[in-house]
């Protein structure tokens, strides 16, 4: 099965001639590689440089890190959908816990950005994951379960087999402390059964779930052959493309 692995550049690098080597560089390292779609998330600025190269290349696409869910008008630094998908952008990142943690952004912004995205038929990654205190309150469980179901709101059923979700925990986001492939498959089959809820059985099925924190070329696979997902979002890995690429690689299984 076709593994997806998201490189969630966050705010690096810090100059255009960084961001064109690091493309560049996983644009090589990825040429002969089967079984894998590469998605490079970077800052809004650096799309454009990408836009032309990945027209090229079957197995690399381009994402965005946010959004904002108007098409336009008075949004002083927001972006829309339509924006992105003209510069070539197919997925964005929706509900990044540095987004709700930093930016404040609430579950009901998440519900509009998820729909806009939806609507403007770009592919969303939905980012959910609980706190280090909810985890030792024993409430991730619930977490998940109203994190998704608010930002499900409003989203029909021929809709909602686009959406991708991205289990990751806060506590494992850049801190070294990856989640047990385990617990990861236990979440996976929590986020099956929240769809299965809501909507037929085929949508639950055909859903789309991502690990994401603390991912390295040491415990990328567990993620893949244990926990069962279908692919990685990875932050700090992704910077460093020789790691990145060992990651690629070795899920291309
Ligand atoms: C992330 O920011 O989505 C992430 C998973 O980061 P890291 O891989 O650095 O933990």
């Excluded at 090589?28 to 090229?56: A, D, M, S, T």
């Excluded at 998908?85 to 950005?113: A, F, P």
């Excluded at 617990?183 to 299965?196: D, N, P, T, Y």
């Amino acid at each position: 099965m076709k593994s997806l692995i998201v490189a969630n550049w966050k705010c690096n690098p810090e100059t255009p001639k960084g961001a064109k080597l690091l493309f560049n560089t996983v644009k090589r390292g990825i040429k002969n590689i089967k079984n894998v779609e590469v998605v490079i998330c970077p800052p809004f600025v650096y799309l454009p440089f990408f836009q032309k190269k990945i027209k090229k290349i079957e197995k690399i696409k381009l994402g965005a890190q946010d959004v904002f869910w108007k098409e336009k008008g008075a949004f002083t630094g927001e972006i829309s959908p339509l924006m992105l998908k003209d510069l070539g952008v197919k997925y964005v990142i929706i509900g990044h816990s540095e987004r709700r943690q930093i930016l404040k952004e609430t579950d009901e912004m998440i519900n509009k950005k998820l729909r806009a995205v939806l609507f403007t038929k770009l592919r969303p990654i939905l980012c959910v994951g609980e706190t280090e205190m909810e985890k030792r309150k024993e409430q991730g469980l619930r977490v998940l379960n109203s994190q998704i179901s608010r930002a499900l709101e409003g989203v029909p059923e021929k809709e909602a087999d686009k959406i991708i979700l991205a289990y990751e925990p806060v506590w494992a986001i850049g801190t070294g402390a990856a989640c047990e492939p385990n617990s990861v498959l236990e979440k996976k089959l929590l986020l099956q059964r929240i769809f299965r809820k809501r909507y037929s059985p085929n949508i639950s099925k055909k859903l789309k779930i991502l690990y994401g924190g603390s991912v390295t070329p040491e415990n990328a696979l567990s993620y893949i052959k244990e926990a069962k997902t279908n692919g990685l979002l990875i932050g700090g890995s992704s910077l460093k493309a020789k790691e990145f690429l060992e990651i690629v690689k070795m899920v291309s299984i």
